[in-house]
């Protein structure tokens, strides 16, 4: 067995290893309990596998393990896991909530639900303070833990609701400027699977989890139509967008059979592969604070710049919320837009159609009204 140890972010307790033929594999080990996971990292193969592992390290493998103590945290986070709550939740969601909440239940299994006081609560916060977005997303599922514990008569409060989320100064993931993908193209020009994602994605703002799901079957009259994975299990937010020229002319190209992100055996790539496609590509072309999801933003930001109302964005995007576009279109054109604000207050002041004398308009304007005194 070769070296090449590797641990993952996104799974606590996975590993990577080189076997004999040199292919990566991925092995879960904790507290003495061990198993495979298989080559496929973040397919769902893995996943099945790596719950699998974490349940059979709860209840066999963990240091002094057996049954989760009744009222303890690793009893509540195992109860929350079978709740309709969390089932409801596409997988790719359930991974991230994981992710955060693993980590907390490996600190705190043992502790008992209903001591957990604000204090309790604050220095948990406190100790990622250094890492707001992490700090907040902790928050976010001790709220939902707490919810929870409410519902099963374990507390008659919740002490994470009465704490105030950190800022944040970031604004998220860079959108990607005119500029960079410009220059992503002269890297990668047309005919790279490079270029291929670039254009798929900027021209359809679609998530990375369903970029690589989309396929000729998602065509029908001329448009783009699909369901977006992360609320495919509440039906779906339904997408149906134009073809763009600049796209179609590119998935002209395809074969009809596979998806349009596909690996050589013509199977779809998983939301992680593409990822570290993305990684490396934006490497390659200098441009390490651009990704995969700042290109559904740079879609977004296009829109905004072309004039498109936030609605008509949403129904793009297929953003459950009209503030979550407006986050995402933040890094518009902000003088472009105000050129293009001023010159409809120029076409209608005051309810007037056309306006013919820019200076002798705000003559019109009674100064002494303002305010109610001379300016």
């Known amino acids: 067995m070769g070296s090449g140890l ?17 292919k990566r594999r991925w092995r879960f080990r904790k507290g003495g309990f061990s198993a495979e996971l298989g080559s496929d990292y973040g397919s769902e193969d893995f996943i099945r596998r790596y719950e699998a592992a974490l349940e059979g390290h709860r209840t066999r493998g963990g240091v002094g393990a057996g049954r989760a103590k009744p009222g303890s945290v690793g009893l509540l986070v195992s109860k929350w896991y079978r709740s309709q709550d969390f089932l409801a939740l596409e997988a790719s969601t359930q991974r991230v909530y994981r992710g955060v909440v693993e980590s907390f239940r490996q600190q705190h299994g043992d502790k008992p639900v209903h001591l957990m006081q604000l204090r309790h609560v604050q220095d ?9 977005s992490a700090a907040n997303n902790l928050r976010k599922r001790l709220i939902q833990l707490l919810d929870y514990a409410i519902t099963l008569e374990w507390r008659t409060d919740n002490p994470a609701r009465a704490t105030k989320p950190y800022k944040v100064a970031t604004e998220g993931f860079h959108t990607w400027t005119e500029a960079e993908i410009a220059k992503f193209i002269r890297t990668h020009p ?4 490079a270029h291929r994602v670039m254009t798929l994605m900027a021209y359809t703002g679609a998530a990375r989890v369903d970029a690589v799901q989309l396929g000729p079957w998602n065509i029908k009259d001329g ?8 609320t495919k299990k509440a039906n779906g937010r339904l997408i149906s967008i134009p073809m763009h020229p600049d796209l179609a002319a590119v998935l002209s190209k395809l074969p009809p059979d596979r998806p349009y992100i596909s690996t050589r055996r013509g199977t779809a790539r998983t939301a992680a592969g593409l990822g570290n496609l993305m ?3 934006t490497r390659e072309a200098d441009l390490p604070a651009c990704s995969s999801h700042g290109l559904r933003k740079a879609c ?11 609605n008509q964005i949403a129904s793009v995007t297929g953003h459950k919320t009209l ?3 407006q ?3 933040a890094a518009a054109d902000r003088e472009g837009l105000a050129d293009s604000a001023f010159e409809k207050l120029l076409a209608r002041p005051n309810g007037e159609q056309n306006l013919a004398n820019l200076p002798d308009w705000f003559a019109n304007i009674d100064t002494k009204s303002l305010n109610g005194k001379e300016n």
């Open 6 to 22: 590797k641990r993952s972010r996104q799974y606590p307790g996975a590993t990577s290893y080189f076997d004999r033929h040199g």
């Open 124 to 132: 948990l916060l406190a100790a990622k303070a250094d890492t707001p």
């Open 190 to 193: 047309e005919g790279t699977e």
């Open 223 to 230: 448009r783009f139509q699909y369901r977006r994975q992360k």
């Open 279 to 281: 990684q490396r590509w």
């Open 300 to 310: 977004a930001r296009r829109l905004a710049e072309a004039g498109a109302t936030t």
């Open 323 to 325: 503030a979550l576009v």
């Open 327 to 329: 986050h995402y279109t």
